[in-house]
């Protein structure tokens, strides 16, 4: 399973978004928001590109993952390690 963080789709860049991640603004723009975006991620970066999920899904379906079985792969920038407590 490919857990995503922010990814730049229409679904991201759009005005019911921008609202959700601008709730101070009546009217958010992309540029109003993005910035907000990276909340999200470790890492600072906004979102990730489709084709960084397309990598991942590739890998996956390709000889070099045939002992990969019943793993989370995150795909988040570290999202998932900024908003939960990690412990080695």
Not at 5 to 11: D, E, I, S, V, Y
Not at 21 to 26: T, V
Not at 28 to 50: L, W
Not at 52 to 81: C, H, N, P, W
Request: net charge negative; glycine share 4%; hydrophobic share 35%.
């Amino acid at each position: 399973m490919i857990h995503p963080t922010n990814c730049n789709t229409p679904m991201l860049q759009s005005a019911p978004m921008y609202r959700s991640f601008r709730p101070d603004l009546e009217n958010p723009t992309r540029e109003d928001a993005e910035p907000a975006f990276a909340v999200q991620q470790a890492f600072p970066i906004s979102y990730v590109e489709p084709g960084d999920i397309s990598d991942t899904v590739l890998f996956l379906a390709s000889d070099e993952s045939k002992y990969v079985t019943g793993m989370q792969m995150r795909v988040d920038a570290g999202g998932y390690l900024k908003w939960h407590d990690y412990h080695v």
